[in-house]
């Protein structure tokens, strides 16, 4: 074993600090007897956690979006007719989603605080199956408005979640490709949904339009999903069904690195305080405000491609298109940020440069080029890949587990508002060209671009200025107070938040 986790036999008469067990994280005394973990046998463990964690977390994430964007399909296979839309209830029906999910955003991110993490994903995922099913019920604007904002409340559970589930699990350099990896479903979802699409189109049934056959298809595939994550999905790794106790105290060695813990069940006001007057968490929900309005693009793509001069079935399967296009932008964004010489924010740019490039090019190019501006539509899709870099970001540069699902509040209120407020920029007299929705997506997109540089270079100087600092040496003789009496734990175990921990570095 290793010297300093003995420490608490011999119990030093040196100065030191003494906390509760309540106040430090909950894998504070699994890591206090935990041996040395060699590089081979973290990498065995990883991948035993990828094995069990990430299909899930990928097919989860595949069918949330997959159910998010039944909407856009809905509107080439009957639904405006069928429930007598106009397209100001239509777009409004994209916006209650987004407005439910911002206003129960925190409070959902403080019940998976308090709650284990899978069993409250699972319970919100099975109420989102229930009322996705009941879409095929509605057949007025009123009813589809309820629904959707149902379909909100649930889903504000499911992002935090995987953002909280993927730090607990993984390192800094590890984050941000397993959320590129869950991220990029919504391209999978796409195709899938395209087919699925394509194959009810041609469904002739009285009484029951093809739109009502998507939800009912879809609601069943979650509804099933929902049984098998609350079987399945592993709360944290201090009780993961699928590791031995000494795995588990493994799992928990092998993320101290980020200096961030793992959980701790007490609300602290202290950290909600530091988080909302930091101007960056600011910074950060800017980004994921401007971002975001890009995707708006989601439930308007089948009807902005039927506009460039497509049939109902052409527009359907080149909507498969939308979803190959993004996988492989997610992809090759994920790929760029875990290079170290590039990182989270200069690859974000990077992918910017082309959306902000199809963008201008859909709002110029003319009617009768409906090839190019199918293809400068596909280009601008490249600015859905910044934010699922971001998502990994925002876990890595904030610690403290209060100040971290209130930074992942924030920044999710943020992204529904960035989302709720788009859908109405397309409006019936901007059609078919829509000029001032693109231009829109081009300046926030520019926005995003700049925000992003201007993080970095706080985040930056911050670690240089950690670097001249004196040494801080107050969490160093810590121990923590239990039934068992006193132990030394980790610093990165006493739940600090990124500014009180002066070891902690921003990942840039």
Same mark, same amino acid.
């Given at each position: ?8 036999? *011999?119990?030093?008469?040196?100065? +030191?600090?003494?906390?509760d ?11 206090a ?10 990498? &065995?463990l ?9 299909p ?5 994430? $595949?069918?949330?979006f ?10 080439? #296979? ?5 429930? +007598? ?7 409004? #029906?994209?916006?209650?989603?987004? @407005? ?6 925190? =409070? ?39 629904v959707?904002?149902? $379909? ?19 390192? +800094?350099?590890?984050?941000?490709? &397993?959320?590129?990896?869950?991220? #990029? ?16 189109? +041609?469904?002739h ?28 999905? =592993? ?26 813990? /793992?959980?701790?069940? $007490? ?8 988080t ?8 950060l ?6 971002s ?5 693009? *989601? ?30 932008? /997610? ?6 940020? %875990?290079?170290n ?15 902000? @490039? ?7 190019l003319? %009617? ?11 280009? %601008? ?55 001032? =929705? ?14 992003? #540089? ?33 132990? &030394? ?16 570095r921003?990942?840039?």
């Amino acid at each position: 074993m290793d010297a300093s986790n003995s420490d608490h036999h *011999t119990q030093e008469k040196v100065p +030191h600090s003494a906390y509760d067990a309540q106040d430090v994280d909950v894998a504070a005394k699994l890591i206090a007897s935990a041996d040395v973990l060699t590089q081979q046998q973290a990498i &065995r463990l990883r991948r035993k956690i990828d094995w069990h964690i990430m299909p899930f977390m990928c097919i989860m994430y $595949l069918i949330t979006f997959m159910d998010k964007t039944t909407l856009g399909e809905a509107a080439v #296979l009957g639904i405006l007719e069928s429930a +007598h839309l106009n397209a100001t209830q239509f777009n409004w #029906l994209g916006t209650i989603f987004y @407005l439910s999910y911002l206003v129960f955003q925190y =409070p959902q991110n403080l019940a998976l605080q308090r709650f284990p993490v899978g069993k409250w994903m699972s319970i919100n995922i099975f109420f989102w199956a229930v009322a996705l099913c009941c879409h095929a019920a509605c057949t007025s604007f009123g009813g589809l408005f309820a629904v959707r904002f149902l $379909l909100g409340i649930c889903e504000a559970a499911i992002t935090p979640g995987f953002m909280i589930v993927t730090s607990m699990f993984y390192t +800094h350099a590890e984050q941000t490709r &397993r959320v590129g990896y869950w991220f #990029l479903m919504n391209g999978f979802a796409v195709i899938i949904l395209g087919f699925v699409s394509y194959g009810v189109l +041609h469904t002739h049934t009285p009484n029951f339009m093809p739109w009502q056959w998507l939800m009912i298809i879809t609601g069943t595939i979650t509804l099933v999903t929902s049984i098998l994550f609350w079987l399945f999905f =592993p709360d944290s790794p201090t009780n993961a069904w699928f590791l031995t106790p000494e795995e588990r105290a493994a799992a928990v060695q092998r993320i101290q690195v980020n200096q961030t813990g /793992i959980e701790n069940k $007490l609300f602290k006001i202290e950290q909600f305080y530091e988080t909302v007057k930091d101007p960056k968490t600011w910074l950060l929900a800017f980004f994921a405000a401007a971002s975001n309005i890009v995707n708006s693009l *989601t439930n308007q793509r089948q009807l902005i491609v039927a506009q460039f001069g497509f049939s109902d079935i052409q527009t359907t399967l080149l909507g498969c298109v939308d979803g190959v296009v993004e996988i492989l932008t /997610i992809f090759i964004g994920v790929t760029l940020a %875990s290079q170290n010489s590039i990182g989270r924010s200069y690859a974000g740019v990077l992918m910017y440069i082309p959306a902000i @490039l199809g963008a201008i090019l859909v709002s110029v190019l003319p %009617s009768s080029n409906k090839i190019g501006l199918l293809f400068s539509y596909w280009i %601008s899709i490249f600015a859905i890949a910044p934010f699922s870099i971001f998502l990994g970001w925002v876990g890595s540069i904030t610690a403290g587990h209060t100040k971290r699902i209130t930074t992942n509040g924030i920044v999710l209120c943020a992204y529904a508002i960035g989302n709720a407020v788009s859908q109405f920029m397309w409006k019936a007299q901007y059609q078919p060209r829509n000029h001032v =929705p693109w231009a829109v997506i081009t300046a926030t997109n520019f926005a995003s671009a700049v925000t992003l #540089l201007v993080l970095r270079y706080l985040y930056s100087s911050e670690n240089k200025r950690r670097e001249r600092e004196i040494r801080d040496d107050k969490y160093d003789s810590t121990f923590v107070k239990d039934e068992f009496g006193e132990r &030394r734990i980790n610093k990165a175990f006493l739940d600090l938040t990124d500014n009180q921990n002066r070891d902690f570095r921003y990942v840039l």
